[in-house]
T-cell receptor, first 114, second 118 residues
């Protein structure tokens, strides 16, 4: 069964460093998403992406964040200058088409900022 | 504005009991989608069920069933004959088109942690 993959599974970085989290959505899916989940808290929407541009973003997704689909398979989330509060699990998801469709989530990348 | 409220923070039941997880949502849209996701201790997010705003028919799928009532903006989820493997955090989520950009946004509730004891 096709699945969303994410790398790395765990990333440790120092405050102020740039990180890139990588995701490979399911190949025929058209909508892509990033979410984050601070430990023990709820899942928070960051951004949705369609047709090579941001479709919607939350208040969390400020200028420190960017997304890109550099090729036909990868979907990346970049945090330019990490802060301690960026420590969280980051989930990538994809859907085949509409918002109403089931979102297939990747296993997540745990980001630890020290 | 969108909002999803899961008032139950934690629920503890004994195996084979039925358990209902509550979800109340707020939206101004007439078209929206509601979901339940499960997050087991391993951390992944697993899709369980989906409903769109035009379909209030309640269904049963195996041990899962749901009760969608637009009149009360509720989308409750029931597990029948609970099992230890059902122990997880359950998230209710609402997805709709954003009024600002026309893009899609999904809001999750805070989650309900379910403990099923043997």
């Amino acid at each position: 069964e096709p699945e969303v993959t994410q790398t790395p599974s765990h990333q440790v970085t120092q405050m102020g460093q740039e990180v890139i989290l990588r995701c490979v959505p399911i190949s025929n899916h058209l909508y892509f998403y990033w979410y984050r989940q601070i430990l023990g808290q709820k899942v928070e929407f960051l951004v949705s992406f369609y047709n090579n541009e941001i479709s919607e973003k939350s208040e969390i997704f400020d200028d420190q964040f960017s997304v890109e689909r550099p090729d036909g398979s990868n979907f990346t989330l970049k945090i330019r200058s990490t802060k301690l509060e960026d420590s969280a699990m980051y989930f990538c998801a994809s859907t085949i088409w509409l918002a109403g469709e089931e979102q297939y989530f990747g296993p997540g990348t745990r980001l630890t900022v020290t | 504005a969108q909002k999803v409220t899961q008032a139950q923070t934690e629920i503890s039941v004994v195996e084979k009991e039925d358990v209902t997880l509550d979800c109340v949502y707020e939206t101004r849209d007439t078209t929206y989608y509601l979901f339940w996701y499960k997050q087991p201790p391993s951390g992944e997010l697993v899709f369980l069920i989906r409903r769109n705003s035009f379909d209030e028919q309640n269904e049963i799928s195996g041990r899962y069933s749901w009760n969608f009532q637009k009149s009360t903006s509720s989308f409750n989820f029931t597990i029948t004959a609970s099992q230890v493997v059902d122990s997880a955090v359950y998230f209710c989520a609402l997805s709709e088109v954003s009024g600002n950009t026309g893009g899609f946004k999904t809001i999750f509730g805070a989650g309900t942690r379910l403990f099923v004891k043997a």
